[in-house]
DNA sequence: TCCGTAAGTGAGTGTTCACTCACTCATATA
DNA sequence: TATATGAGTGAGTGAACACTCACTTACGGA
């Protein structure tokens, strides 16, 4: 079943349709390079874990780098749509009814389960992207530009209409980014060390101190 | 002369004299494994940067893991050891006498370069713990606590003199981690988005957003 | 000067790997 | 039923790799 949900995705996108087996093959290579890394995983394991021959790979892929560039395909279904569109529902609709406080709130905690939903393939697509060029370019022009103008203009709204202060909105938006991304870095990483609560209440804190900053005001002069 | 500094620093803490050449192979493999991975390098290839033969690798170490392993040594003294002591020093004693944005500002901008000066080694060390647990638990053990300890000690200090929120000690903690690391992350993945000014600016920013936070006092009820 | 020791060398080796290709077989069509 | 097609197979192959080892060289002490 799980398997289907990237071909569903595509179908429902007027895109070729994945042949089955190719599908099983991507899910597989995303399994066995998050644990094992690009250069660290053997075409045998792939195959073994797709349960395909060694050969059936190399008839929908041309080379192994290719089944790598091959996962930018479904990072952009499986993750990069979903981010956008159901940001853009979410944030513009509810933002003028409910508190700053609450819609952050629920935009980090789904943007959290996103990420942690497609954790192997993002962690081995950004992984893989520091060594290999080719891959860095699609992100760049696919993946930040559109997550960067949803967060920019979220910012800008808030800054019109007085609830935020005049930073540079790319600031405010990287300070978001930051903060979301090292919670989630550091408590997966070291949970030994970062993880005090659950994600709700992390993510409370955390919209918390990016709203008030830490310093206590009543100390001011 | 470059790789001279590690053995000073080595000679200097009553290590034992790490051999000429081992140093050399040491240096050849950050930079190599940082450019390719771990996997994706050849001990040919680092054989060739430090200029030995590719048997004197193995004289030196029994296997190439074993290289990555000994890159610990050189991130402990290099990294560690001036994170902490310089930390210790700078903050303790100056805390009482300057403002805290000053403080902070230092810190970060101090932080900053000790990490972007070893940036090769760090990227190489944290990239490849990912795959390999045995580099891991050093680094939970011997670095972690460490910083924390720091940190937290200052946190602590100011939420006692009122300077700061009753958050949880360990949240500001992290979010200090996060600003920074999300800062050096995006800015040299992805300069086109997210270098908007020189580091200093940048750092003061990331300090009054730290310590004020992005909400706009004068709408609150 | 001669010897002993140890550092350094690099051609050689066995293994592992990505990739190929001649083949099988299930299914579609007539 | 007979034939054609192409998806799928997996033993085989050549190249690349980590690692070895017999050798050379440099040097300190007798």
Known sequence: MKEK???ELI???NEEQIA?????????AIKVFSE?????SRTSEIAKEAEVAEGTIFKYFKTKKDLLSGLLIPLSIKFL???IMKSAEDILKKDKENATEEILKELFLDRLSLIKKNMPLIKTVLVEAIYHDELLEPIKEQVVPQVL???DSYVDSHKQNGDFNDYNTRL???TMMSL?????VLSSVFPEFFSLNEDEKEIESIVDIFLNGVKNKGEQI
Chains 1, 2 share one sequence.
């Open 149 to 151: 103008q949803l967060l």
């Open 20 to 28: 089955e087996k190719k599908l099983k093959i991507l899910e597989a």
């Open 172 to 174: 405010i938006s990287r």
């Open 36 to 40: 094992k890394g690009f250069e660290g």
């Open 5 to 7: 949900d990237l071909n």
């Open 180 to 184: 979301l991304m090292g919670y989630i």
């Open 81 to 83: 749509r979903p981010l």
């Open 11 to 13: 179908e429902g996108s």
